[in-house]
């Protein structure tokens, strides 16, 4: 979802904020004439942060662009960003002086298909946060750290995928059109999505080097994500 106006991609006319994270992330931009961009969110219903708009960070680059894939947006229509490229003074204004933001984890499934909302994009599982801004900072530090890369690994080590680290080195070489040529094939190797609406029971995950998909239990991603706090 780009649910907020364009704004320029480099230094608006006010305040600009930068991010800070203790490892790399990414984040989505839809491409506008002129140069402006919006910054992919997520729809956030329960916690703190419920009825925002929480800005989608990754650990890896192939993933953004998997989601621009879901999207329909051609390598002329978005850019993965270093999270700290971008600037989120838009959302910041529209949520008051908070910073709402998620790690991306996986994609939701339901007995070996890919889960679909109602108006086409993916159902995404992740951990929510907000972070506050204080007016006399420019740089706001988002709470993403070992805990969370943790629970990230040991979800793939779940689904029989220990060599992470070098796909996503691999991953991490390719120029953008290589890379969105990548997620194109994953897309195509989808086995299937589940209609609108249906129970999400499983988490999905891409291994770029077999090119398939790998399904495993939501449950254990609750007792994985549980066992981090």
Request: hydrophobic share 45%; charged share 20%.
């Amino acid at each position: 979802m780009f649910p907020y106006p364009p704004q320029p991609l480099g230094f608006p006319a006010g305040r600009r904020y930068t991010v800070m994270a203790a490892l790399p992330l990414y984040v989505l931009v839809r491409q506008y004439p002129a140069g402006a961009g919006q910054v992919l969110c997520e729809p956030v219903m329960f916690g703190q942060a419920s009825g925002s708009q929480a800005m989608v960070t990754y650990l890896s680059p192939f993933e953004a662009s998997l989601d621009a894939l879901w999207l329909g947006l051609t390598p002329q229509d978005y850019q993965v960003l270093p999270a700290a490229a971008f600037s989120p003074d838009e959302l910041i204004a529209r949520h008051h002086g908070y910073l709402p933001y998620c790690l991306h984890m996986a994609w939701g499934a339901h007995d070996g298909c890919l889960a679909v909302r109602a108006q086409g994009g993916p159902v995404r599982l992740s951990s929510t946060k907000v972070a506050r801004v204080s007016e006399r900072i420019d740089t706001i530090t988002l709470d993403i750290g070992l805990a969370d890369l943790e629970c990230a690994a040991r979800l793939w080590e779940c689904a029989g995928l220990f060599a992470r680290c070098e796909t996503e080195a691999r991953l991490l070489r390719l120029s953008p059109s290589e890379r969105h040529r990548h997620a194109a094939r994953a897309i195509d190797r989808v086995p299937a999505t589940a209609a609108s609406g249906q129970e999400i029971n499983q988490l999905a995950l891409y291994d770029a080097d077999a090119a398939q998909w790998h399904f495993i239990s939501l449950d254990l991603f609750f007792s994985v994500a549980a066992r981090r706090r």
